[in-house]
Nanobody
Framework: QVQLVESGGGLVQTGGSLSLSCGAS????????MGWYRQAPGKQRELVAR???????EYADSVKGRFTISRDNGKNSMLLQMSSLKPEDTGVYYC???????????????WGRGTQVTVSS
């Protein structure tokens, strides 16, 4: 069974920085795309950033130049470094990964439980 666990959320003032970590554990043969999504109250979940196994990255326009996504393939982990945070960055941040659980397994989409990020004005 595969699990994704996030950590690092919290409360920060506008302009501050915060880092989020995500670790994948369980029966994992290979991890393909990893990403961070967020959901603000009353809004749909949206992509923040994602990274391929070769390091190729994609960012939402709203976070470009402020957030940096990275991953450690050897440790099945991912990091989101957030700076110059704004109140509109507030939300629950979810770790997401496309994982092949074993050699002949089917690729599946996995989600963490989320971690709250609150940016005060």
């Amino acid at each position: 069974q595969v699990q994704l666990v996030e950590s690092g959320g919290g409360l920060v003032q506008t302009g501050g920085s915060l880092s989020l970590s995500c670790g994948a554990s369980g029966s994992i043969f290979r991890i393909y795309t990893m990403g961070w999504y967020r959901q603000a109250p009353g809004k749909q979940r949206e992509l923040v950033a994602r990274i391929e196994s070769d390091g190729t990255t994609e960012y939402a326009d709203s976070v470009k130049g402020r957030f940096t996504i990275s991953r450690d393939n050897g440790k099945n982990s991912m990091l989101l470094q957030m700076s110059s945070l704004k109140p509109e960055d507030t939300g629950v941040y979810y770790c997401n990964a496309v994982i092949q659980p074993f050699v002949r397994g089917t690729l599946s989409n996995y989600w963490g439980r989320g971690t709250q990020v609150t940016v005060s004005s």
